[in-house]
């Protein structure tokens, strides 16, 4: 009878080798036990060679020039947009400082002009016994005013530089007059410097067929709020030929100021009848009052909205200024204040 011997069973590891010896193959562990921790593996960084180094620093040197190109163009660019704004600024500024030298003392740029190029006025300006008056504007404004109308251009303006200066100076002085008389009979006009009531002399011709470059008159506003008035106040402008004009009242008021007019005239409607038919107003418009002396060149043709056509009040309704003014023959020019 053969015994049978049992082999004893051991359990090899993927890394045990057939030709361990049985107390090798007996000290290696089993699967139950726990596998040792798998020691990192430490990688180490090639080396760069001095070529590559030379391309990575030209790399980074390429991209730091094209970020600061980027930001120099942005720059540049915000720079040129400011440059472009105070340009038009300076612009702007220095035409209008140009104008005022001209006004006042013509231009220190060397030209050369002609007074043979210049038209002669046809107007005769009278100059009255003992005049030029303290109060009253003088001949020789007129006369100057006269010229400017025949030879609207910069180069009149160049030639008589220091006619102008004392045309104007005699015309501010008037307007100091002129506006301590009204603050007597109206005391809310503001008494202020002469010459912030005066207009200036150059034309606004930014939506004007008409180029020329000045105003033929002097003018002048007075009120409580000064030259620049939005409620009533009283215009004056000065020129020959018998177009010397005085004006009081309110010319195109805005929307919410006319619908207050006109809701006053609805409710007290004669009282504004009763004030343009005292005998002073007749007296001075030659008999002429009420709604005949009112400026009517912007006056509406139909009824205003919301206003019945045969409202009792409906002539004075139409109007959209409520306005007087008195013009002046050259002869009735010299009254004196």
């Known amino acids: 009878m053969v015994s049978v011997r049992k082999r004893k069973q051991v ?28 020691q990192p593996v430490k990688t180490s960084k090639t080396k760069a060679g001095p070529k590559k180094k030379v391309a990575l620093k030209q790399e ?10 980027t930001k120099e163009d942005s720059d ?7 440059k472009v704004v105070k340009t038009d600024k300076k612009k702007a500024k220095a035409q209008e400082e140009e104008e005022e030298e001209e006004e006042d003392s013509g231009s220190d740029t060397e030209v050369i002009y002609s007074k043979s190029s210049t038209k002669k006025s046809t107007l005769v300006i009278q ?13 020789l404004t007129m ?4 010229g400017l109308a025949e030879n609207n251009d910069r180069e009149y ?17 008037f307007c100091g007059l002129v506006m ?40 002048a506003s007075f009120s409580p709020e000064g030259r620049k008035f939005v409620r009533a106040g009283y215009f004056l402008s000065i020129e020959p030929n018998n177009k010397t004009m005085i004006a009081a009242g309110i010319w195109l008021p805005n929307k919410e100021m006319l619908q207050s007019l006109r809701d006053n005239i609805i409710r007290n ?55 007087v003014s008195k013009r002046f023959t050259d002869q009735e020019h010299w009254f004196r204040l």
């Open 76 to 82: 540049f660019e915000s720079q040129e947009e400011e």
């Open 11 to 38: 359990t090899y590891n993927d890394s045990d080798s057939d030709f361990m010896s049985d107390e090798e193959v007996r000290s290696q562990p089993t699967s139950s036990s726990q596998p040792e921790k798998a």
């Open 269 to 323: 409607g004669d009282l504004i009848k009763e004030a343009l038919a005292t005998d002073a107003i007749k007296d001075i418009f030659d008999g002429k009052f009420g709604k005949d002396i009112l400026e009517a060149s912007d006056k509406l043709k139909v009824a205003p909205k919301g206003i019945s056509k045969d409202h009792p009040e409906i002539e004075l309704l139409r109007f959209k200024s409520f306005a």
């Open 127 to 139: 100059h009255p016994k003992g005049s030029p008056f303290p109060d009253a504007i003088s001949p």
């Open 143 to 146: 006369e100057f005013l006269a």
């Open 180 to 219: 301590s008389e009204l603050h007597q009979i109206d005391p809310t006009v503001l008494v202020e410097e002469p010459k912030h009531a005066m207009y200036r002399q150059n034309r606004d011709l930014r939506f004007s067929n008409d180029k020329r470059p000045y105003k033929n008159y002097l003018s």
């Open 157 to 173: 303006m160049h030639l008589h530089s220091k006619e102008w200066v004392a045309v104007k100076k005699d015309f501010i002085d």
């Open 60 to 69: 980074k040197e390429i991209k730091t020039k094209k970020k600061a190109k």
